[in-house]
């Protein structure tokens, strides 16, 4: 009997769904509208009829298959339950529970960003290790810990979020989350861009991010041609940044930082800055951490999410 698992790995504005063997091979992958409205009361009905057309389609038995997997955006406990989506319209239910019911599968269901920390070490640039901290920077910074092969979900889902740790006093600007200071506000793509804009708006020093528009993308390309203000914005970058995971080691003590979201495109030389900052704030015991690159771009959550249903 052919075993299979469905993947689910649901966005504000696209599901992406893919279907799996055990070991990991992806048969197939498509992806749905997110219909946010009535408070998301459509998303899991879509996402359950989406499973089942599928099944249909490829004739798929249902003995034959192992689960569900899905990771979705906001914190989800151990058991499933989420604790409010802003972002869908959600509030507090068990999206495994509900899911299941649609479906009639067995549904395992995980923080977006977790999950994908979860592919990644699975199938991407974290594989071969056990204990993980993925950071995924994009238009916020997102975080999923594994220790010993377990995602660390927390008691109400907020473990990993490593974009909100505090690493600024002096900060005036709220973040995202209400707070003031956090790690996600110097250096996630936009935070990079605003240090960016700061930074060019203090003196008339030259540049090549004054003749076009600032992103966290000119910003690096910037660094590695060698312009001088651009390598001032990525060491404040770094001092954050290898800050903050130098924070997190002390908790985690990983074996590797594995880096993605937008940002990570930049490549290594984001780790010249990082790491040297890592190093000089982290407890010696924690030193040797590796940092590597991402390498399941937008497919890590599906990757993840597949993982959840085979664990
Ligand atoms: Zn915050």
Partial sequence: MAQYVFAVDLGGTTVKLGLFDPEGNVLDKWEIVTRKENGGELILPDIAESIKKKAEEKNIAKEEVLGVGIGVPGPVDSKGTIYKAANLGWGVFNVSEKLGELTGFSVKTGNDANVAALGEMWKGGGKGYSSIVAVTLGTGVGGGVIVEGKLIAGS?????????????????????????????????????????NERLAKDDKPSVLREGEVSAKTVFDAVKAGDELAIEVAEVFGMYLGKGLATVACVVNPEAFVIGGGVSKAGEVLFDYIEKNYKAFVFHGARDAKFCLATLGNDAGIFGAAKLVLE
């Fill in 156 to 196: 109400t889902g907020a473990g990993g979020e490593i974009g909100h740790i505090h690493v600024e006093d002096n900060e005036t600007i709220p973040c995202g989350c209400g707070n003031k200071g956090c790690l996600e506000q110097y250096t996630s793509a936009t935070g990079i861009t605003r240090l960016a």
